[in-house]
């Protein structure tokens, strides 16, 4: 069996092969993506277990998630030609550390059998620490709490140590409020992730007996990824790898993507500080991508001025250059990816057939997941969400989903139940039991019961009030549900006062789905709930509700788009085969694919917006290293799209393509043509119209002007040398219907595709005020307007 010792040795190349071999003292690798960092990390493991020098659980290799954890765990079998056994230390930072900490937890207070709080018990937990202290959870709320400790704990600050700069923190509280938490953890035999790698940083740094045993027992340390440890995570590993010294970190500069989480890419700089001796290799060839996809990420990243400067370069000629595309909105970009994507299947293009399996749509903000995931179920192309829920399982859609679920259809007590307190409206689990009670004694549902609880006065206090306000709300807008359905008034006149609709309100004027859609969540209280909230993820989470309005266009009301999310859900039993995979552009550190899709190449979705508003660069250059990331993930087709215009709550936006697409190559780029019109799909956005008000004309002129911009204007001029480039034949329409609009006279009729026949009564520039038979008087678009006889 061991005629040949070490076969996978053969694969590398001589540098890689050193880094493998080199197993004594520490080692840096530091080099560029795809440059076969992973593949040397795991022979070397390969290498310590062949040899002898280590027995699988004095290995101690971190990875970064648990996907790259498993896959580290294959490779390494692959290469040994079998299995790999009890290599209980082989994980993540946090997988590692339950087990430490388990093993010593009462050298911090806790008992072995701690729970880990999940980040909802966090937040109810602070919620309790700040109620206790008297303060003000409206005005300090809970997640900017949570996101502050975290950001401490990523420091390894605990509360004794975090410094007095940061005194003035959540209103002067932060470090006592802090403080008090970790006790409350404590009491209850409890700790948060943060705490997973604070708690043993802190034991080995009191402890010198345990942390020389692991020291001792640690015999090798490896790392990936090390560029995004935060200091924690690297003080824990120079803890421990100060016993044998023997430690290899691999890593790129150029790829630290996680700055916003603590990240900090000082560490892989500092390596031969910490360790000295450091034996540093650096490795060039990339083994990953065309030469045209290696020279497109090359050229983005040496945008940059902080970083070390490496120059890959790749065997791999020929092949497809990075295809570059611009689309008029985000549907029709996820329509032609989709298309590409069955294209790419059946072997079209000139190119061998891709499995699924193969292609990657990489986005850099979870919202635009949606677009992708709508038009796949649509077209039944199987896909999967990597590193994160699905869209329509995330928590604030399915919140804000069962607020339209009680709204359509108010004896669904399950919807009810998740969100008759949240927002928190003070009405905790007595409260809900009493309903429950209620509701039970009576035979309805809970929202009745709730009304029938205020009628008689079983309930007091300011969680009464709320309760009301709540129970009023869901029924004004069921009521406008019913009306958007065509159906008759429920308001009931008999003699108990279950009246389901405040007749001092009347529905003055017909709404739009997507209207009642938005006063929900604003109305309710949701979406400032996520406004107030601090933590890194909040943005995201505004993001994903507005996306979620978007959702609503394409369809004719509530009931109709719950009725579609319910089939998608339940398509959702897990098939096995083929599938493209969605990501972030951060879950996919350290993946690669055979086609990637880089989608939203916009200013102000990527670079993202927070990063542009920044003063100083750093933002800016963590976005551009993410570019780098999402293009080097290609093996052999690379491609980036941007689009002309996103709907952000039923409003159009433009933008202009990323300055990162400035940032290619000429000569490795080939500019595709948009394919145009796909027929009535923009139909939807007629809504607009009814549904922002005042901002029409301004959004028209947005439109038109895209294509104007400078943006575009360089991506015709590039073009014009390769292939040409037409203009969207849809902002040709939007030309001419523009020099249409004066076509329109006072008084006459019209048709509109959502709100029916109306007449003109006023005309300002494109858009028409109209007084709709059904629908009342709006202003709408021009554009989504026709002459009621044509
Ligand atoms: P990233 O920075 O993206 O994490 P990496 O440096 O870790 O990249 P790997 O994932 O290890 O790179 O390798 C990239 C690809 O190149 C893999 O498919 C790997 O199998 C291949 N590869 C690495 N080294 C060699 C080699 N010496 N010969 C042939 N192929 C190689
Ligand atoms: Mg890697």
Redo the contacts with the bound molecule.
């Keep these: 069996m061991a005629a040949r010792p070490a076969p996978y040795l053969d694969?590398?190349?001589p540098a890689?092969r050193e880094a493998v071999e080199r197993l004594d003292g520490p080692v840096l690798m530091l080099?560029?993506?795809?440059?076969?960092?992973?593949?040397?990390?795991?022979s070397r493991i390969a290498h310590l277990l062949t040899t002898g020098r280590a027995r699988p659980n004095e290995i101690l290799s971190v990875t970064f998630t648990n996907k790259a954890a498993r896959e580290m765990k294959e490779r390494v079998g692959r290469l040994l030609g079998h299995a790999v056994e009890g290599m209980p230390w082989m994980g993540t930072f946090h997988s590692i550390c339950v087990k430490l900490l388990r093993r010593h937890a009462e050298l911090v207070g806790l008992k072995t059998n701690f729970t880990i709080l999940d980040t909802d018990d966090q937040i109810r937990l602070l919620k309790q620490v700040i109620a206790a202290n008297n303060i003000d959870e409206k005005r300090w709320p809970a997640r900017q709490l949570s996101g502050l400790i975290d950001n401490w704990k990523n420091r390894a600050w605990t509360p004794d140590r975090v410094p007095a700069s940061e005194a003035s923190a959540f209103n002067n509280r932060g470090t006592e409020l802090y403080a008090q938490y970790q006790t409350r953890l404590r009491e209850l035999n409890a700790c948060d992730f943060g705490d997973l790698l604070l708690h043993v940083v802190t034991i080995f740094q009191q402890h010198a007996d345990v942390l020389e045993q692991y020291q001792r027992w640690f015999r090798f340390i490896l790392v990936?990824?090390y560029q995004d440890t935060n200091v924690a995570q690297y003080l824990w590993l120079r803890l421990l790898a100060q016993g044998h010294t023997n430690i290899c970190c691999?890593?790129?500069d150029d790829?630290s993507i996680y700055g916003w989480r603590g990240a900090e890419v000082g560490n892989i700089l500092r390596f031969e500080k910490d360790f000295p001796g450091a034996h540093v290799v650096r490795?060039e060839?990339?083994?990953?991508s065309t030469a045209h996809i290696l020279a497109a990420a090359s050229s983005v990243i040496r945008g940059n001025e902080n970083r070390l400067g490496k120059e890959l370069w790749t065997e791999a000629q020929g092949g497809e250059k990075v295809r570059l595309i611009g689309h008029w909105d985000g549907e029709e970009e996820a329509r032609w990816i989709g298309e590409e994507i069955e294209a790419a299947q059946r072997g079209s293009r000139g190119m061998h057939a891709f499995s699924l399996d193969d292609m990657a749509i990489l986005v850099r903000a979870s919202h635009q997941m949606r677009a992708f995931e709508d038009r796949f179920l649509t077209i039944g192309l199987p896909y999967r969400v990597i590193g994160g829920p699905r869209f329509y399982e995330r928590l604030e859609i399915r919140d804000a989903m069962a607020y339209f679920r009680l709204v359509v259809s108010p004896e669904d007590d399950l919807a009810f139940e998740r969100i008759v307190n949240t927002p928190k409206r003070g009405l905790g689990d007595k409260a809900q039991q009493k309903i429950q009670l209620k509701a039970r004694e009576h035979g309805v549902p809970l929202l009745v019961g709730a009304r029938l609880l205020l009628r008689d006065k079983e309930i007091t206090g300011k969680g009464a009030a709320k309760l009301a306000t709540f129970v009023d709300q869901i029924e004004r807008w069921h009521e406008i549900a019913r009306q958007q359905l065509g159906l008759p008034s429920e308001v009931q006149q008999d003699d108990d006062d279950l009246v389901l609709i405040d007749e001092d309100k009347p529905l003055s004027r017909a709404v739009s789905h997507m209207e009642l859609a938005e006063t929900m969540l604003d109305e309710s209280g949701y979406t400032e709930m996520w406004q107030l909230d601090k933590n890194p993820d909040s943005p995201g989470r505004l993001e994903n509700l507005k996306e979620l309005v978007k959702a609503l266009e394409s369809f004719d009301n509530l009931q109709g788009f719950l009725e579609h999310v319910a089939l998608i859900m339940d398509n959702e039993t897990e098939e096995t085969g083929a599938k493209v995979s969605i990501m972030t552009l951060h879950a996919a550190?350290?993946?690669?694919f055979p086609a990637v899709f880089l989608p939203g190449w916009e200013d102000g979705l990527f670079p993202s917006q927070r990063s542009m508003d920044e003063s100083g660069l750093k933002g800016l250059e963590e976005e551009r290293r993410l570019a780098y990331?999402g293009i080097?993930?290609a093996?052999e087709l690379c491609t980036i799209s941007f689009a002309a215009n996103r709907r952000v709550f039923g409003q159009w936006q433009s933008a202009l393509p990323s300055r990162f697409i400035d940032e290619l190559p000429e000569a490795h780029v080939e500019i595709l043509t948009p394919p145009g019109l796909y027929g009535g799909g923009y139909g939807a956005a007629g809504m607009s119209g009814g549904f922002g008000g005042g901002s029409g004309l301004e959004t028209r002129a947005a439109e038109a002007n895209v294509y104007n911009s400078p943006g575009w204007k360089r991506l015709q001029e590039r073009s014009s040398s390769a292939r040409s480039v037409s203009q969207p034949r849809e902002s040709r329409n939007t030309v001419i219907d523009l020099q249409a609009v004066s076509a329109f006279e006072m008084g006459e009729r019209i048709f509109h595709q959502k709100f029916g026949y109306g007449e003109i009564i006023g005309l300002e520039g494109d858009k028409l005020e109209i007084d709709f038979e059904k629908a009342g008087v709006k202003k709408v678009v021009a554009r989504f307007v026709a002459a009621a006889d044509s």
């Design positions: 694969d590398l190349n890689q080099a560029g993506a795809g440059t076969g960092k992973t593949k040397a990390l795991t990936d990824e691999v890593g790129d790829q490795l060839q990339n083994y990953r550190k350290g993946l690669e990331v080097t993930r093996e």
